[in-house]
Nanobody, 128 residues
């Protein structure tokens, strides 16, 4: 099965930017199953939340209110990679960030509970 690996997290000052990467291995399986891919995050003591979900090919993007206007998802099909560009970061963005995928026919679900393939996460820490 396809595997997902996140990278690009780190510590930044408020107002700074980070670009997260999610690399998928097993590209033949990935392409064949027409998956949705999303970025999610979870802070200690908080519920896991959606940031954005997208279909492969990038024709459908669904951003959460927290991500809208500041975060942008993109894809590089030649590298089997999905990115999350995060700008204007603030302390409330501190969390573990995950990418995840699920096969879907006509739409990409918003709930993280419906995604069944997850990376291990990358930590983002924003200081004031």
């Amino acid at each position: 099965q396809v595997q997902l690996v996140e990278s690009g997290g780190g510590s930044v000052q408020a107002g700074g930017s980070l670009r997260l990467s999610c690399v998928a291995s097993g590209s033949l399986t990935y392409t064949r199953t027409n998956p949705c891919v999303g970025w999610f995050r979870q802070a200690p003591g908080s519920e896991r939340e959606r940031l954005v979900v997208t279909n492969t090919g990038g024709t459908f993007n669904d951003y959460s209110d927290a991500a809208k206007g500041r975060f942008t998802i993109s894809q590089d099909s030649t590298e089997n990679t999905v990115y999350l560009q995060m700008n204007s970061l603030n302390v409330e963005d501190t969390a573990m960030y995950y990418c995840a995928a699920v096969s879907s026919a006509n739409y990409c679900p918003e709930s993280w509970r419906l995604y069944n393939l997850w990376g291990q996460g990358t930590q983002v820490t924003v200081s004031s």
